[in-house]
Structure formats: structure tokens, C-alpha cells
């Protein structure tokens, strides 16, 4: 251990007078994460109010058979109606400009047919589909206010077959800010983790075999399992630091404009399950780049390789921010999503021992077992002096 601890100090010390670390592990996650939140949240805000000032354009068929209906789209200032007398011509301006195409046919004296055509996911679209909609309601209520009138019954005299009350459990920007903290802090705290092992991990591996300085390491008195462990501690600190990091910039950021977060669900027992989860992480991608390192001939090579597990990384906190991962239990027995998946858990103040413990059955033994890949690359010579 004492072999190791002083490769461990020299390493991170070299570490820290690097510039690139100290901008990937401290200035990275805690400026450029309050950044970046703030430029998200003022294009969505400016989004949000600008949809009521949105014009929407409606494609209306059959204006001449619904005339009645056609004549309350004309009564209202945000929509701007163009009508068409054949589904053909209309589904050509609605290509052209429209937002939304509205289809209308009179089936009968008592009822009007009505086909409704827009685009998903298209913000405008969306926003001229609500407004249709509403036109549509306020028709709907005042034809039958009518009708019943003619019949000889209030339509207000109508006793609802149904009453129903919604009340929320908190206020809305709680709700919020416990959304935003479950969705993205995992997603950038393995992203900070990962980043940082990378850069680091190839530079005092494949980094120093270009350098020809680990020669002075082998020709030591530290075996090659010392020297392997002392680097896994030196990535492994660093990760702990840019985890650690990136919290401290997200919820920064998270604050500092307007959300509140829900922290005190995040009592001293979440922090502590919170650290079970991560610390088996940031060893397994440790021992991971220690091992594409060892077995790299430079560092640019280092960092091809190190290229997929990047990708990979980033995909799986995408489809867990997002949710679009669904194993049911058995995705905390899977390296990776495990984690992020307990930490959403965990952020929510759920403290499930039997996932707390998948989490650390599954990724410790494959940390180990990456530790034990690098000494291996290490102790062979064809592998440390390649050309």
C-alpha cells in the first residue's frame, strides 16, 4: 500500500498542474452546466409565451356546407383561415402553409362530419390543433344549447353524469424542479465521470508509454500490480471529484434560475446510498480506461478506442433521461443503466435496498475483473513495447 500511495500522490499531482483535468473535472461541470441550463431555459420560456402570440393557419374544406361553423374560425384574431372546396386543394395548402387542415362534411341535418389533420411534434402545428379544438367545443356546446332549447330544456338544468376534482400534491415549480433534477442529473453526472476518466486515464497510460516515461515506473521498485492500482486511484479520485462536481453545477444551475428542487428529500441516508451507487460506476469506467490504455500503443489510439464506450455511455443516460429504456427489475442487474436508474430513485427519496444491492453484486465484480485485465496487460512485455 505504500508503494501505491506514492504513485497515487505523484499521479494526481501531475494531475492537478494538468489544465485540461482541472477544466474537464471543475470549471467544466460548474460553469458550463449553470450556462447551459440558463440558454435552455430562456429559449423554452420564450417559446412557451410566444406560443399565445402565434399566429395559426387553418385549411378549411367545405366552407359553403358548414357555413355556420366556418363563420366562428372567421370571428377569431389568432387564427387565419384559407378555404378550399376540395379535400385535393386543401391537402396541397395545407403542404404548402398550413398548420392545420380541417376537413369538414355535413353528413346529415343534425350533424357535421369533421376530419382534423396535423403535424406531431411540430410546435405550431400543436398549438393551431388546440385552437381548432376549441372552436369546435364552443360550436359543439351552443348547437346543443339550441336544440335542447327547442326541445323545451335548459341546457343549464343538466345534472353532469360526472364530477371531477384535481387537486396537486405540490406546487408546480416543485413538481417541476423534482422533474428536471430526476431527468438530467444522472445523465450529466456519468457524462462528467465518464469525460474525465477518459482524459486522464489515456494520459497516464498509453500517454506515458508514447513518452517512453514508463519506463522509469517499470525499471522502480513497484511491482506492475502497484503501478496499475495506483493509476486506477488516481482515475477513480478524479471521477469521485467530477461526479461530485457536476452536482454541485446542476443544482447551481437548477437554482439560480427560478426552480426549486425538492433537497430535502436528500437526506444524509440518500447521500449515502447515492455514494453506493456511483462509486462501483466510477470504477468500473476507472479499470475501464486503465485497460484500453494499457493495451494502447499512443494516446491518440487510446482515444479511438475509448470512442465507443463514450457513445455507449451516452445512449444509455439519453434513453434513461428520457425513459425510453424499460427492463422492469431486470434493468438493475445491467452495468450502466443500473445506476442511473437507482440514482433517479434515489433523487425521488425511494431507498430500495434489494436494487442498492444488484447495483453493487453487478458492477463490482466487473470492476475487479478490469482491474486484474490491466495488471495482466501490464505484465506482458509485447503488450507495454509495442511498435
Known sequence: MKNIWLLFKKEVLTAVRDRRTAILVLIFPLIFYP??????FHFTTQNVTGGSDTISRIVYVNREETLDLAKRFDKKDNLIVSYYPTVEGGEKGFA???????????????????????RKYNQESEIALSRTQQVLESYLTETLKQRLSSMGVDYEDISQPMSISVKPTESEENSLGQEMLEMMLPYFVILSI???????????TAGEKEKKTISTLLVSTLSRRDIVLGKFLTVFSVGTVAAVSSVIGLIYGLRIFGLNLPLDKLTPMIFGSILATVLPLIAILSALVISIGS???TQ????IYQTPVLMVVVLTGILSMSGGINFQSYAYFIPLLNSLEIFKELIGGVINPLHIGANFLTNTPIAVFLIFVSIGLFKRENILFRL
Open 295 to 297: 493495451f494502447s500503443r
Open 35 to 40: 450556462t447551459m441550463l440558463g440558454v435552455i
Open 96 to 118: 404548402r402553409s398550413g398548420d392545420v387542415l380541417l376537413i369538414t362534411d355535413q353528413k346529415s341535418p343534425s350533424g357535421i362530419n369533421v376530419d382534423l389533420r396535423y
Open 300 to 303: 491518440k489510439e487510446a482515444n
Open 194 to 204: 465518464i469525460t474525465a476518466a477518459m482524459g486522464l486515464g489515456a494520459e497516464i
